[in-house]
């Protein structure tokens, strides 16, 4: 995962605030050893630019280290068109004839924009399901309605992504799909008790267990631990290990979201102690990420295993006619 006798990585991914790597984030990042970085609209202008920027990234760690992005499609989307390509909400793809395959070719046709420019993680799929309450900052993300075809589409999208040599996050476990407030800026909570959890929910996340990499939901359940988020809660963390079996590399969504409370420092040392692998700080505030910095340990021997198994599975893209690939792709995309 890295060079072979260096010192475990800092237990968190981060962000950097503007185009180019600034010399106090490389001094930043040279000494805190972050797993891995991820890129926002704010660090995005053309392709010559990101390359340049996920170069130094990498240069300033001394290692291949891991380069994600939220590049959903939809609405969620840091690479925006024209430059690269864009796409239908998912909910709506996934309403249309042939939904698997169309699902297939939009991560196969995202990963050609995101390895081209050395981004190599992807923060996608979704396994969450479109209820009625559903939060429109969700909704029509995700890629169904019912377990069976959020699995088939998600499984889907993931295998397509790895064909081009980009790695899927599973999200958001254990399930986003009650939410019925945007945890970018309240708790949401859940009601639903656990056999409802249980058959709906969580099903997907069973179904998709064996995901080199996940991502936590700030959500509380009731049904199960009525005082903390999924997040910071040892109660949730087991459920995801042992209940749901998912053994990949875990982190917590943006730590900085206002569905969490406390200081920053302590809302990631919670995530951690509560059994994340990794602290995900996205906004790039160097000040914050100093603070954090100063307050992390280093990557657990447990997570450091997960991790050096899902970047095992980095791969270069396979071949593939782009040109017909596209042709297909839009060919199935709702009108």
């Known amino acids: 995962m890295t060079q072979p006798g260096a010192p475990r990585p800092t237990a968190v991914i981060f962000g950097c605030a503007g185009l180019e790597l600034t010399e106090a984030e490389a001094a930043l990042f040279a000494t805190c050893q972050p797993w891995g970085f991820i890129l926002f609209a704010r660090n995005i202008r053309d392709r010559a630019q990101i390359a340049k920027l996920t170069a130094d990234l990498r240069a300033a760690v001394g290692w291949n280290a891991p380069i994600m992005i939220d590049q959903e ?10 430059t690269w390509r864009g796409f239908p909400p998912a909910l709506d793809q996934a309403a249309a004839p042939d939904a698997e395959r169309a699902f297939w070719l939009r991560g196969r046709a995202i990963a050609l924009d995101l390895a081209e420019v050395g981004i190599d993680v992807n ?18 993300r995700c890629y169904g309605t019912d377990v069976a075809e959020v699995v088939a589409n998600a499984r889907a999208m993931a295998e397509g992504m790895r064909a081009g040599g980009v790695l899927p996050v599973l999200k958001h476990l254990p399930g986003y799909g009650r939410g019925t407030v945007d945890s970018h800026l309240d708790l949401p909570r859940v009601s639903a008790d656990a056999a409802d959890l249980r058959a709906t929910d969580f099903a997907p996340f069973v179904a998709l267990n064996d995901m080199e990499m996940g991502m936590t939901a700030h959500l509380v359940f009731e049904a199960f631990d009525a005082e903390r988020p999924a997040t910071v809660s040892p ?30 420092p302590w809302r990631a040392l919670a995530a951690l102690e509560a059994g994340c692998d990794l602290v995900l700080h996205c906004n790039g505030d160097l000040a914050e990420m100093v603070r954090l910095h100063k307050a992390l340990p280093p990557m657990t021997e447990a997570a450091c295993r997960r991790a050096a198994r899902a970047l095992a599975e980095r791969q270069p893209p396979a071949p593939v006619d782009i040109p017909a690939l596209d042709a297909e792709r839009m060919a199935l995309e709702p009108s």
């Open 123 to 140: 923060c996608a799929p979704l396994a969450d399901i479109a209820l009625d309450e559903t939060h429109a900052v969700l909704r029509n």
């Open 235 to 264: 109660i949730m963390m087991d459920l995801i290990r042992n209940e749901i079996g998912f053994d990949g590399l875990l982190m917590t969504d943006d730590i900085s979201m206002e569905a969490l409370s406390g200081d920053l």
């Open 73 to 82: 499609g939809g609405r969620v989307a840091r690479m925006a068109p024209p």
